[in-house]
């Protein structure tokens, strides 16, 4: 009789306990992302860091871009499309921005005054016209609307690691698209890129950009209003 | 045979003066209000049958509806137990997910096994869904909002939803398939069990009304929340307990799911059922849970009375759907906290400790009604006064088990 009591007493009580815990999950807020319509879950908490040099979304800065084709050369899926007309020979456009990766991890993209296949050999440069500060963990950020201070930095060259030289835009380019339904994510045309103007966005927008519609996916980075239309029939030099 | 036939046998019941003088509910409103107006010719017993049919129709028309709540509910309230949404597609809020899945059902191909019995088959599901609908007639949804007022409502109610299981067990039995079979003499075994504890819990209700009928026992509660049978002495308060717990096992659902059991046989009865059948088995399960849930607010829980006295906004209607959709989600509750029982434990625990339970609470609730003549203040206080201290006394006991708990046995050998 007292083991039938216990029984009772026993079935009762651990029947509220599991009721207790799961009422308490009941009001807990839930952990559902909404995901093709709710794309801000940077904002959550359960989403990790990104690290550096993570292989995301291809990014074309076209105005860096020297129409050189070397990346639609060895991309092994066929996915970038580059149709562009040379300049007469001895011509170009514009130069194209000197990369400069810094130790920290940081990178400044600008123009370095004086010869930038020597700097590494001096003590300082001095960076002008900086267009994009890209950070450790930050999204690209361009400077095109902030003041003249900004956009001058000088290092000392023991914090750079690398340069990118500047070469000559000898292309008007009238297309240049990337089909990332077909890309691998190898990264290869990013490592043969010689101004180092097509990358991949190592941020949270580079790895989710979802879409109902395949042709969405299919991105054009080429810039028709860069050029000057009528000089671009004549086949001119523009001035940078 | 005669004799069950014959006159004097309906007179003892009262049911032929029932048909034609029964004023005060659904039929009589529509007669008076509504058949009458429109069709003065018309003799009145041809009244009251068109409506009796109007009624009917209100109810196929409503009832319904329910299980499509009811199951969005179901899936809603389960998905915040494990801190999901729930469906979020159809519809705001995914609301409209059952109307999808139901449209979805209709279209469905309506497969019938080809060595099985295929009249059975096919018959099954319009009992079990005729029969959970028919108890819809005697729960009395508000003051004057019920069909009939039968003065045997109770027993009425205990008998239809006994039919249930025939329909469970020829769906079984006629889908020629091992689980199907199973699933049913599964449900059946379970469902002809609890039926005894769950009687026995009704008698309680019933010994201190000394009424059937199901708005007399209503009527008998009106005097606010202390008046609730299930606070009118503490054998009924254990009673209310055995009732809800014996009418999950008589609905089959978790953690009495063994005719359903997913893991162990497919789907149960329902195994071989498809499109819009399928859709009839699962519109019963649903109105049956609700329908047991009613039953549960009117025997125990004041039926359409309100916590206070003076209240009848209504007729008491929306308290009476608040509380039962209350005892509806207890239900959800449970379903997702508890593991499913065994055989032999689901066994154990009505043979072994429910019907005692019942039994010990018929005896102490007819020693209550002998010393204690007229439901007074007196007797009411008593009553809640010892409901709170065992309460307090359990809750004592098991905040010291909590605080020293067994330690862990190692071998000493």
Redesign the interface.
Known sequence: MDKYIRNIYKGVYTVLVGMRITIRQFFEPNVTHQYPYEHDFEKKQNVREIPKGYRGQLYNRIEDCIGCKKCELICPVDCITIIGDKLPKGEQLWDSMNVVHLKDGREVIGIIEGDDKKIMSEDAMTITNITTRLGPQEVIDRLEASGDENRTETLSTEEVSRVVTRNPVVFYLDQFDIDMSLCMYCGLCTEVCPTQCLVMKDSLEGIEYSSFDRTDLIFNFDKQEMYKKDDAENTEVVEA | MSDFLSESFFHNFNIQENIQEETGNLVSYIKGNVINPIFPDFPMELGTVLAMLVCAGIFVAVVPLLPLVLVLAERK?A???????GP?RVGPWGTLQTLADGIKLIFKEDFIPQQGDKLLFRLAPYIMFACSFAVFAAIPFGQNILVSDFNIGIFYIMAISSVIVMGVIMAGWSSNSKWSLLGSLRSAAQIVSYEIPLGLSILTVIMLVESLGMREIVENQSGGIFTWLIFRTPFTFIAFFVFFISAIAEVNRTPFDLPEAESEIVAGFHTEYSGMRFALFFIAEYANMFAVSAIGVTLFLGGYEGILPGYDFLGGLPGFVLKTLGLVFVMM??R???PRLRVDQLMNLCWK?FIP?SFFNILGTGIWGLIFKDDDVWSMGISCAIIYVCLIG?YA??GR?LARRPEPQTSSA
């Not at chain 2, 998905?79 to 949404?85: I, L």
């Open positions: 309230v998905a915040r137990f494990q801190n999901r949404t979020m509750w449970l997702w906290t508890l400790y339970i359990v006991v098991a088990n």
